[in-house]
């Protein structure tokens, strides 16, 4: 009954609902298949935003930001390129050795950069891990146009496994590179001064090291401050002559204090810091000025900003001015930062005043992070008597510090300082539990157990750390040497515990029978390892005291002998340990009173139980 028209109107209805509904059904389908691309790339897109922010933050050195940019990338999508990048990038300008496994993830899916392979071989070389580095800085050194930072990362990795004349040769190309810049040319003097002397004389390389940074710390660029705080120190560092100088690289000038002091407080990016070691340079030509130039430094810097009154508060406490540090800086001050806040607790401490101490840390006006504030107030407790609380709050600390690696290490430094040994043990324990191979960690560890004087604890911490960084000289030199002085040591305890049977049937064992013992085996070994270490850095005093102590043992006291021929080693540079073996060296060799007379430089206190026996046997010498 229905007209043309509302039949066409009809089928036209039905038509456009059939249309929709396949056009759902089509949106549907793509929806399912393509929804899930579409918000990856969104991520992606986000990723990368982030990764760029947190680029930004590492070239300000703004950490705290750019550690939550980079996080927030890497949790967005951790395959994203630029978000691995991120994160091995904060990671390796924070030097934490973490950052190696994201380049490692990031070299899988994207080619590195140079400026990539560079933080990877910077990481790598303060981890310890020599192979990953060597293949880094190859990769860096076989480019087309090796660039300044590149050879000094040659340098480095060349002076961490003792080959000097390599790292000089680096560095020598990083002084006469066009392109290098006034904060490298300061990071290879820096790195030559590191290396010691030179074939010529004992004081050429650490010479030429200091003309470039006098040369250096002539221009008005915060490299040339640092060249001249560097300047400074040293001037600080030795007794000025009176009325004379030396002289500079390219100048007759003379280098006083005086002029260092006018350089300093003169440069227009000089602040606070600097100009108060501008006094110290003035203090130290003329100390009479004492007491008026503290007065100076008080009145120049009492209404700074908080960093100006940072600056002060320490420049006074390393002077012993704790009551001039509180004169000048209240409380009301000291509460402006946590870290000008630990200066006015500090200088309280040095005038004893614990109990005060004590109730601003309980008081809680300054919001301390807990480890700190248990920290002190375990120290507080120790100065009151309070042994329980004291035992208490540094238990409470290192638990507090749990599974954070950077306030296990602070609390293992603060408490091995004030001498709570077993505190600092467990808290670089519990660091190096978390991050094995963080170096912090591993030396927190080997000084408590050098601090034992134990030298089988000392030996199995550096058997540790041998696993750890295989290639390292300096720990395959120390954990060789105190298994050379565990050798005898460990035979003399065995034989103390033998039966009289026993020791008359060692007595008449043959001398083939005496070669199936394993330590010759192991003494040519340690012998071998020695000979390379002293071949590849042959002005090392440790490595050569190795190899003498390995023919020592050996009984070839000749050729003990010989390994002190053609160096010249400072007095001043030899360690009790060195002098010890060079001194049972020379009564080997029939040297008795020179023997003598060296031992007698040494304090038996600064020495293993395993050394004070090899000066034993110079004193049985008749």
Known sequence: MMTAEELRLRRLKRRTILIVSVALVLLLVAGY?????????????????????????????????????????????????????????????????????????????????????????????????TTRAETAVHTLLESKDVDPGSWLLAAQLSIQKGVADDAMSALRKTFTHPRATEQQQLQAALLELSLGSGTAGPDERATDAWLRIEKISKGKSATALDALVLLARRELARPAPEGTGKKTADSKEPITSETLSQRLASHPLSRAPQKLLSLDLVDHATPSRHDELIAEGIVQWKDGDSDDLLALATWLSGKTEFQKTLETIPLEKALLSRELFLQYVDALGGLGRWSEIKQLLESERYPLDPVVQLMYLARCNAQLGEKTAAENNWQRALESAGGDVGKLISLGEYAEKNGIVDVAQSAFSAAATEAPKLRAAQ???????????????????????????????????DEAYTRLLLLDSNSRNDEARMTNDEKENAE???????????????????????????????????????????????????????????????????????????????????????????????????????????????????
């Open 33 to 129: 298949f393509g929804g899930r691309p579409g918000i990856n790339a969104v991520k992606a897109w986000q990723a990368r935003r982030h990764a760029a922010n947190a680029f930004a933050y590492i070239n300000k050195q703004n950490w705290t930001d750019a550690r939550k940019e980079a996080t927030a990338a890497y949790q967005l999508r951790p395959t994203e390129p630029q978000a691995l990048r991120a994160v091995a990038r904060f990671l390796s300008r924070t030097r934490q050795p973490d950052a190696l496994e994201f380049w490692q993830q990031l070299e899988k899916i994207a080619p590195l950069t140079r400026e990539d392979r560079q933080d990877e071989a910077a990481v790598a070389i303060v981890a310890g891990e």
């Open 508 to 622: 008449h064992r043959t001398s083939a029978e005496k070669t199936l013992n394993s330590q010759p085996s192991t003494l040519n070994e340690l012998e071998q390892l020695a000979a390379n270490l002293v071949a590849k850095n042959p002005r090392s005093m440790p490595h050569r005291t190795l190899l003498a102590l390995a023919r020592l043992k050996q009984h070839r006291a000749t050729e003990a002998l010989a390994v002190y021929e053609n160096i010249t080693v400072a007095r001043g540079a030899l360690t009790p340990p060195a002098l010890a073996v060079h001194a049972a060296v020379l009564a080997a060799n029939g040297h008795t009173e020179e023997a003598r007379a060296e031992a007698a430089q040494i304090k038996p206190e600064q020495l293993l139980a395993e050394e004070k026996a090899l000066l034993g046997q110079i004193e049985s010498i008749n």
């Open 443 to 477: 030396q927190g560890r080997l000084r408590i157990a050098q601090r034992g004087g134990d030298t089988k604890k000392i030996h199995a911490v550096l058997a540790d750390m041998l696993k750890i960084w295989p290639n390292d000289a300096a720990v395959q030199n």
